[in-house]
């Protein structure tokens, strides 16, 4: 564990010395891996195009290579899948929750009141209108009276 945090550290030191890739003068350095030595007789490759850091190496006449850090990713990636599942299905809860409310008001509002309450309801908009609407034309009929 201690040897990938080191290759790790070293290769975030040896960022800046990496070379930069220009149209202008292409290197041998250009193509998808570049390539740092270490001190244990292998290096560190970067795959420029997925952003993937592995140590490579040679054992018993076998080269291999073996990504770093990549058991802590795994377990923070699965730390986060379970939380993005719990996620879903809390919105999916609230989601229900909501279209039942909806349905509720939907419903409470397609019932009429019963006949006791409709005398005790307040006048609203309209009432209040033609009220004053029906004052107006009275008034008009007691002038043309007074007037004739």
């Known amino acids: ?25 292409p290197t041998a350095l250009t193509g998808r891996f570049l390539l740092t030595s270490d001190q244990n007789e292998g290096f560190v490759r970067l795959d420029t195009k997925t952003g993937a850091v592995s140590h490579c190496g040679q054992k018993d006449g076998t080269w291999f290579c073996e990504p770093l850090a990549e058991a802590g990713l795994s377990a923070e990636l699965a730390t986060l899948n379970d939380r993005v599942a719990d996620l879903s299905a809390g919105l999916d809860r609230l989601s229900d929750r909501v279209d039942g409310l909806a349905a509720e ?27 004053k609407f029906l004052d107006m034309v009275r008034t008009i009929k007691y002038r043309q009276r007074g007037e004739g």
């Open 1 to 25: 564990m201690f040897r990938p945090l080191m290759l790790l550290a070293a290769l975030a030191v040896a960022a800046p010395a990496f070379p930069v890739a220009s149209e202008e003068a």
């Open 105 to 131: 008001i939907a419903a409470s509002e397609r019932v009429a009141p019963p006949a006791s309450d409709v005398a005790t309801v307040e006048p609203g908009i309209a009432d209040r209108v033609l009220g």
